[in-house]
């Protein structure tokens, strides 16, 4: 009986952090970073274009958001750059978007190209630690001094995370647990942000 209540709470949480508390989550982390119109910003494994859209719905026409993928459905279910692209056009933002197919440890991008890079959910997925940290140093190196980088995942990496920017000199502004709204399964599996600024 216990075991069964156990795994109804589990169900019901991970249902609710799917279909609502993690596009709250989203909401609420646009909202903090103070987007501007005019900026460059790039949302690495943007996967279907939750928190794309929502960084690209804050910026004008000459602000752009780039999403970039490998577009794997083992990563995420009907994860394709054509899934990504109807959803952005569903909210007319196909001006404001551009889609790249690409990996995160070997950016195409140049140096100090984006005002606000942001992955969600994704970082986790690179399971090697060397690799996970070199998408990180790239994300670094694309981001402008003065930048901010945002990491939003699950998974026990939110040390490695931390200790990665502050290698590189990034400042620290927020290194927190996201609620309830990011529990998986339970508090035990929980979603955390990460945001460092470029000096």
């Not at 197919?101 to 959910?121: K, N």
């Not at 070199?134 to 990496?157: N, S, W």
Request: aromatic letters at 8%; charged letters at 20%; one cysteine or more.
């Amino acid at each position: 009986m216990i075991a069964a209540g156990i795994v109804f709470v589990e169900g019901g949480l991970f249902l609710h952090t799917t279909i609502r508390g993690k596009y709250r989550l989203f909401d609420q982390v646009i909202e903090r970073l103070g987007v501007q119109a005019t900026d460059q910003g790039l949302d690495l494994g943007c996967g279907r274009g939750a928190l794309l859209t929502r960084l690209a719905g804050r910026l004008n026409p000459v602000g752009q958001a780039v999403g970039l993928d490998l577009w794997h459905s083992r990563d995420q279910s009907h994860n394709a750059a054509a899934v990504t692209e109807r959803n952005v056009a569903a909210l007319q933002l196909t001006y404001r978007v551009k889609l790249v197919t690409g990996d995160m440890v070997a950016l195409p991008f140049q140096d100090e190209q984006f005002d606000v890079i942001t992955t969600s959910f994704a970082l986790h997925n690179i399971h090697d630690v060397q690799q996970r940290q070199r998408a990180l140093q790239e994300a670094m190196r694309v981001l402008k001094p003065g930048g901010q980088l945002v990491i939003i995942d699950t998974g026990h990496h939110a040390a490695e995370y931390r200790q990665v920017l502050g290698a590189a000199h990034l400042d620290i502004r927020e290194a927190r647990s996201l609620g309830i709204n990011g529990w998986w399964t339970g508090p035990w599996m929980n979603s955390y942000l990460v945001r460092g600024v470029k000096q």
